[in-house]
């Protein structure tokens, strides 16, 4: 059984810094290509930031250069590494990997940015 436990979220004010993880297990991590998602209330769930096995990375227009991504292939762990967080960064962020065709999701860690 695949098992994605994200932490590290909570409050921070705007301008400030978080690091979420996500924690797997039930895989063999280091083949996967790894996922941040978000979802926003009242909005759907969207692609935040993607690295392949081989760590490659990716990211969404509204995040680059402002959250970063990265693993380790030895603690079987996806970061991710938030910066100069903005209030429309306010959501909850779920790890997602997919093996044979199927997602596999966490319960999400809340990340809420305020004043």
């Known amino acids: 059984q695949v098992y994605l436990v994200e932490s590290g979220g909570g409050l921070v004010q705007p301008g400030g810094s978080l690091r979420l993880s996500c924690a797997a297990s039930?895989?063999?991590?280091?083949?996967?290509?790894m996922r941040w998602y978000r979802q926003a209330p009242g909005k759907e769930r969207e692609l935040v930031a993607s690295?392949?096995?081989?760590?490659?990375?990716n990211y969404s227009d509204s995040v680059k250069g402002r959250l970063s991504i990265s693993r380790d292939n030895v603690r079987n762990r996806l970061y991710l590494q938030m910066n100069s967080l903005k209030p429309e960064d306010t959501a909850v962020y779920y790890c997602?990997?997919?093996?044979?065709?199927?997602?596999?999701w966490g319960r999400g860690t809340r990340v809420t940015v305020s004043s």
């Open positions: 690295v392949t096995s081989g760590g490659s990375t």
């Open positions: 039930g895989i063999n991590f280091k083949i996967h290509d």
């Open positions: 997602n990997t997919r093996r044979g065709g199927t997602d596999f």
